[in-house]
């Protein structure tokens, strides 16, 4: 049936032993891969995934990418990140389906749109384009939102982000596990890991359904699923909750929506993909959870805040809905360390659902960091030890540091 196709990536044979082993067939365990074998001339890289590559997070996510975060720690990851996606496409020689549609991010008060601007000055202080529109321009902008005071809570303003867009999320996916096996990278899916080996205070070894592996370093990469495999494998425990995160998507319509529209008032966004389809998504089960089910109540609630400030939405069909998990730390900001506690241990892990946006230039600094054994100094902030120390970077709220230091 598929005689003269070639596959993107081999089914090779697990080894006995490889140079890393990475626990998570997604965007950020891929992408260290490829860039481990592409950059630092490992190739002898074992990427374990216990069901297939883009089972988890990675595909189940609406791939919006941006770089508006709020504190200076995140500011330049993420912007690094949003220029690398153009250049990964020529690189891959594949197509991620980059669009450059930029994001609207609204405000609802007068206390939003001073937050908006404080994250709009930290943007720009950053050399990244940003800028506060009022309802004027914002109308001109997205005519089809609603700006009088029917809504449940009116737009006051919003913040315009013109780097952000989309992507294709199972391209990326595809594309970083072509780059990757093309390099000479083993992934190896429907392999489940069983046990990490310790010994002396070093990696010695990884357990799998499939055999044992002998290695020296592994990257922990499971995105929703880290914390968990973290303390019943190796007994660290991570600040982590996973949480039960929704989206859904709409019959395909003609082109209607230029740009990616978020509320955090509404806890809603909503864009239009390439097939025409409206995706929307962003509310949060409130409870610890593990499912993959979505809910009546997210269906509810998503179209009532979706309607409310794009009532031409009303009539649309929404075709078919799903969840994925998201892993917040206490801070909104991620957990990228290694060599601490364990050597040759190292965690890429608590992206909460900013982990798409980020993922290939987080693989470059982790493969970096795993290469030479020292951390990169732009995943510095990022350390496990900042909760005990008291270093919160304050993503959720902004640009704060909290401790005598400052």
């Keep these: 049936m598929f005689r003269g196709y070639k596959r993107l990536w081999g089914k090779p044979t697990l080894k006995s032993s490889y140079d890393v082993a990475i626990i998570g067939g997604g965007l950020h365990g891929l992408a260290a891969a490829y860039f481990l074998a592409r950059n630092?001339?490992?190739?002898?890289?074992?990427?374990?995934e216990k069901r297939y590559i883009g089972f988890g997070g990675s595909g189940r996510n609406t791939a919006i990418v941006r770089a508006n975060q709020r504190t200076k720690e995140n500011l330049p990851l993420y912007d690094e990140g949003l220029k690398l996606w153009p250049k990964l496409t020529d690189e891959l020689d594949f197509n991620l389906m980059f669009f450059n549609c930029g994001n609207l991010n609204l405000g609802h008060s007068e206390a939003a749109i001073n937050a908006l601007r404080l994250q709009v000055t930290s943007a720009q202080f950053n050399g990244i384009k940003s800028e506060l529109l009022d309802t004027k321009q914002l109308k001109e902008m997205c005519p089809l939102l609603d700006i009088s005071d029917?809504?449940?809570y009116p737009i006051l303003g919003a913040m315009y982000h013109p780097p952000g867009g989309t992507l294709r999320h199972d391209a990326v996916v595809w594309g970083l596990a072509k780059g990757a096996s093309k390099h000479g990278v083993h992934i190896h899916q429907g392999t489940?890991?069983?046990?990490?080996?310790?010994e002396n205070g070093k990696i010695s070894s990884v357990e799998t359904d499939a055999g044992t592996i002998h290695t020296?370093?592994?990257l922990l990469a499971a995105g929703g699923y880290s914390a968990r495999l973290s303390y019943e494998m190796l007994g660290i425990p991570l600040p982590i909750s996973v949480l039960n995160i929704q989206a859904m998507v709409s019959e395909p319509l003609k082109p209607l929506l230029d740009h990616v529209v978020s509320s955090g008032a509404y806890h809603v966004y909503a864009n239009q993909t390439l097939k025409g389809e409206i995706a929307t998504g962003a509310h949060m089960d409130p409870w610890p959870n593990y499912t993959t089910q979505a809910?009546?109540?997210y269906i509810k609630h998503q179209a009532e805040a979706l309607t409310d400030i794009l009532p031409c939405f009303k009539k649309i069909r929404f075709m078919r809905h799903w969840s994925g998990l998201a892993d917040m730390t206490p801070d909104m900001a991620p957990i990228m360390d290694g060599n601490d506690p364990i050597e040759g241990y190292y965690f890429d892990c608590g992206w909460g659902y900013f982990g798409f946006?980020?993922?290939?230039?987080?693989?470059?600094y982790m493969a970096e960091f795993i290469s030479s054994g020292q951390c990169p100094e732009i995943l510095k902030p990022f350390t496990l030890r900042r909760f005990e120390q008291h270093r919160l970077m304050g993503e959720t709220a902004g640009p704060n540091n909290y401790g005598p230091w400052n």
Excluded: M, Q, Y
């Design 357 to 364: 946006k980020s993922a290939p230039v987080t693989g470059k």
């Design 40 to 48: 630092h001339g490992i190739n002898d890289v074992a990427v374990i």
């Design 295 to 297: 809910t009546a109540h």
């Design 192 to 198: 489940e890991v069983l046990g990490i080996g310790v």
């Design 150 to 152: 029917r809504p449940k």
């Design 216 to 218: 020296s370093r592994v």
